[in-house]
C-alpha cells in the first residue's frame, strides 16, 4: 500500500493517550512526499512496496480488561495538521456538504483492503474480536463474522456472546467502519486501513453535524465547517479554550442536536397528515419556532468555532458574571483555606484574623481546601484567608462580589499556581475588591493573569508571575496596584484601556515585552484614561518602559499642537506623594525637561529620572491636546461655534512622578502607530 496516508497522518507524542513507543514512526512517516500517496494507481503500489522497509509503522495497545484481545494499532492521536492535510488533499478537497459521504466511499475503495483483515467491535456494552469478509464503501460499513477464537468481553452481566449473535445477524453482519479498531499486524500491510478507519471514526465523531447537508453549499465544506471544528477540538485539547466557553458549546451543541430530531420527526409527521386541518396549522408553527431555534443556536455555534470570534464571545460572558449581593440572612463568611488545618495554624488565625476584636455577634468560619472553592462560595461582603502553601487551580476566578483575598504571611509563602491555558487566571467585575499578599503564578497560559472589567479591584504587596499579558484595566474600570512586583509578561505588563482609572505606586514591573501600555484613547467615543504613577521602577523590559497606542492619522496633527502649547501652561502635573499631595510643578518646566530645554541638573541620575516621567506626562498632554482639536473640529462641522468649557476640558488627571525607567531596550517612552 501507497505511504501517503502515513505521512498525512502520522502519530504526534505530544497529545494524552495509552503509552507507546513511536521509535523510528515520525522519521518515517515525515520524510514521505504526500503527492506520492493515497490516489497512486496499483503499480504504482507495488513498487513502493518492494522499496520500503518491511513490517509496521504504527504503534499499538492493548485493551485493558479481563479478556486477552489481540494487539490493537493506536491510531486515535493523531496531530492536528495531520489530520488537517488527510481532509484538506485526500478524503474531502473541495467537495459540498451533500458530496462528503460519496467523497469519503472514493477514498476508502483506494487504500482500504475489502477483506482479511480482523479488528474489535466496540461498542459501550460490549467488545468482541471479529473478521471482515467484505466492505461496502457506499454504506461506509464492513461485512464481518465472529473471529476464531472467540473473544468476548460484556460489560453488562445480562448480555451474552450469544446476543452479541444475535445482534449480528439483525444488522445483518454489516458495522459501520468507524466502529471497528483494526487488529495490529506486523507485516505493515493494514497500516493504511487502520488509518483511514481512523480519519473517518474522528470525522462523524467530532466534525459532522446531523444538519450540515442541509445547509446552503455556497463554498466549500472544508473551509466553511471541517477546519475550524478541527481547529476548535484542538485548542480544546491543549486547554486553549477558556472551560466555561467548552461547556457552553457542548451544551449548545447538544441542544442544537435535541432540537434538530425534533425538528425532523415533525417535519416527517407533516409530511405524512393530511392537508388543511388544524393539526396541521399548529405543527407548522411548531416547525417555524423550532427552525428559528435551531438557527439561532448553530450562529452560536458558529461564533465560537470561529478562533477569532469566539475570544469576544468570552470576553463578553466573563465580563457579563452577575454578582450574588449579601447573603439572605445578612450574615457575613470568613472563608479559610488550607490544604492541612494544623492546631498551631488555627491558634495563630484565631489571634491574628478571625477573632482580632470583640464581635457584637459570632461570625460564621467556612474551611476550604483550594481558593476556587472558597471564591466560588462567596457572597458580597465575605472574606477569604488563604494558608501558606502552594494551592494548584484549574478553573478561573471569577470574583463578582465585593470580597476580600487576602493571604496569611508572605506572597512567596502563598502560592496559587494556574493550569490550564485557556482560562484568564483572575477575573473581576465586583465594586471593591481587594487582593493582598499572595503570589499568583501561570503555567503555559494564553490568556492575561488579572483583567478588571468594572468596578475596582486593589492588588497590594502581590506578585504576578506572567506567561501572557499581566493586568489589563477595561473601560470604567478602576485598578489600584501598591507595593507589588509583576514580571515575565509576554506582553504588556498592565494594560490600560480608555475611560479607565489606574494607579501603581511603588510597584516593580519588568522583564516583560512591554512595561506598561495605554490604549488608544482618540476615538470620540473614548474618554481620556486617570494615570497616576508613583515610585515605580520599571526596568528590564524588552521593548519601551511606557508605551502609548495611538492610530496614524494622530501623528499628522503633531504639527498643529504648536498653537495649543500656550493653554497647556494653565494645566498642573501633581508631582509629590501622599505626604505632598498638595505640591505642583508648573507644566511647562517639565515639558522642558523632557526636551532638554532645562539646564543641568546637579545630579544627573535624577535628571534621567525626571526627565522619563516628564516625557510620559508631555506625549499625554500633546495626546490630550489633539484628541481635543478634533473634537472641537467635529463640533465646528455641526455648526457649534462655542463649546462649554467642561466639555472641552483636557486635563489628564495624572500624577506621574518618582517613577526610575532602567536598562529598558527601547528606552523609558515611545509610541506605536497603528
Not at 487488529?183 to 505493515?188: E, L, T
Not at 441542544?255 to 405524512?272: A, V
Amino acid at each position: 500500500m501507497a505511504d501517503g496516508l502515513l505521512a498525512a497522518g502520522g502519530l504526534g507524542s505530544e497529545v494524552m493517550g495509552p503509552e507507546r513507543d513511536c521509535t523510528g514512526w515520525a522519521a518515517a512517516g515525515e520524510p514521505a512526499p504526500l503527492e506520492k500517496g493515497l490516489f497512486q494507481d496499483e503499480d504504482s503500489y507495488s513498487d513502493c512496496s518492494e522499496q520500503d522497509k518491511p513490517g509496521t509503522s504504527l504503534p499499538s495497545f492493548v485493551l485493558a480488561g479481563k479478556t486477552n484481545f489481540p494487539e490493537m494499532f493506536q491510531t486515535s492521536h493523531l496531530l492536528f495538521y495531520e489530520r488537517f492535510r488527510a481532509y484538506q488533499d485526500y478524503i474531502l478537497a473541495d467537495c459540498k456538504a451533500s458530496e462528503v459521504r460519496e467523497f469519503t466511499a472514493e477514498f476508502l475503495e483506494k487504500v482500504l483492503e475489502p477483506s482479511g483483515w480482523r479488528a474489535v467491535w466496540c461498542t459501550n456494552v460490549f467488545k468482541v474480536l471479529v473478521e471482515v469478509t467484505d466492505v461496502d464503501f457506499a454504506a461506509l460499513k464492513a461485512v464481518v463474522r465472529l473471529a476464531d477464537p472467540r473473544l468476548c468481553e460484556c460489560h453488562v452481566s445480562t448480555f451474552t456472546v450469544e446476543c452479541v449473535m444475535e445482534l449480528l445477524q439483525l444488522k445483518e453482519h454489516r458495522l459501520p467502519l468507524q466502529e471497528l479498531w483494526v487488529v495490529s499486524d506486523d507485516s505493515g500491510a493494514f497500516d493504511q486501513t487502520a488509518l483511514a478507519i481512523e480519519h473517518v471514526r474522528f470525522f462523524y465523531q467530532n466534525i459532522w453535524r446531523s444538519w450540515d447537508e442541509e445547509e446552503e453549499d455556497e463554498y466549500d465544506y472544508f473551509v466553511r465547517c471541517v477546519e475550524p471544528r478541527l481547529r476548535l477540538h484542538y485548542d480544546i485539547l491543549e486547554d486553549r479554550v477558556p472551560s466555561g466557553l467548552v461547556t457552553d458549546y457542548r451544551s449548545l451543541l447538544s441542544q442544537c442536536e435535541e432540537s434538530y430530531r425534533t425538528f425532523l420527526n415533525l417535519r416527517s409527521s407533516l409530511s405524512n397528515c393530511n392537508l388543511d386541518t388544524e393539526q396541521e396549522n399548529i405543527s407548522m408553527v411548531e416547525g417555524l419556532k423550532l427552525y428559528s431555534e435551531i438557527e439561532q443556536l448553530k450562529q452560536k455555534l458558529k461564533l465560537i468555532e470561529n478562533p477569532l470570534l469566539r475570544y469576544v464571545f468570552g470576553y463578553q460572558k466573563n465580563s457579563n458574571i452577575q454578582a450574588k449581593g449579601v447573603r439572605p440572612n445578612g450574615q457575613k463568611v470568613r472563608h479559610v483555606v488550607s490544604s492541612a488545618m494544623m492546631p498551631g495554624l488555627l491558634q495563630s488565625l484565631l489571634r491574628d484574623r478571625l477573632c482580632q476584636e470583640p464581635c457584637k455577634e459570632e461570625v460564621e468560619i467556612q474551611f476550604h481546601r483550594d481558593p476556587l472553592s472558597a471564591i466560588n462560595a462567596c457572597y458580597e461582603g465575605d472574606t477569604v484567608i488563604v494558608c501558606p502553601g502552594r494551592y494548584v487551580v484549574h478553573g478561573t476566578f471569577s470574583i463578582a462580589d465585593s470580597i476580600e483575598l487576602e493571604g496569611y504571611g508572605l506572597p512567596d509563602d502563598v502560592v496559587i499556581e494556574k493550569r490550564g491555558r485557556g482560562d484568564t487566571f483572575v477575573d473581576c467585575t465586583g465594586a471593591d475588591i481587594k487582593i493582598s499578599s499572595i503570589k499568583f503564578v501561570q503555567h503555559g497560559a494564553v490568556e492575561g493573569i488579572l483583567i478588571i472589567h468594572r468596578g475596582k479591584t486593589t492588588l497590594e504587596n502581590c506578585v504576578l508571575q506572567c506567561e501572557t499579558t499581566g493586568v489589563t484595566v477595561r473601560t470604567s474600570a478602576e485598578f489600584l496596584m501598591k507595593t507589588s512586583d509583576l514580571y515575565g509578561a509576554k506582553g504588556a505588563g498592565v494594560e490600560i484601556y480608555p475611560g479607565s482609572k489606574c494607579t501603581l505606586s511603588d510597584n516593580g514591573i519588568h522583564h516583560c515585552k512591554e512595561g506598561i501600555l495605554i490604549k488608544d484613547f482618540l476615538d470620540e467615543h473614548y474618554d481620556i484614561p486617570k494615570i497616576s504613577m508613583v515610585n515605580n521602577v520599571i526596568h528590564n523590559n524588552e521593548g519601551y518602559g511606557v508605551v502609548l497606542v495611538k492610530p496614524t492619522i494622530f501623528s499628522d496633527l503633531q504639527e498643529n499642537t504648536q498653537d495649543g502649547t500656550e493653554e497647556n501652561k494653565a494645566l498642573k502635573i501633581q508631582t509629590s506623594g501622599e505626604a505632598d499631595a498638595a505640591e505642583r510643578v508648573d507644566l511647562e518646566e517639565l515639558i522642558q525637561c523632557a526636551t532638554g530645554k532645562m539646564g543641568l541638573c546637579a545630579r544627573s541620575d535624577l535628571c534621567e529620572q525626571v526627565e522619563g516621567n516628564c516625557e510620559i506626562v508631555h506625549e499625554l498632554l500633546v495626546a490630550s491636546t489633539q484628541k481635543g482639536q478634533l473634537r472641537k473640529k467635529r463640533l465646528s462641522e455641526l455648526g457649534i461655534t462655542q463649546a462649554d468649557d467642561n466639555l472641552m476640558s483636557q486635563e489628564m488627571f495624572v500624577s506621574i512622578v518618582g517613577n526610575q525607567f532602567k536598562w529598558n531596550g527601547k528606552g523609558s517612552f515611545g509610541t506605536f502607530l497603528f
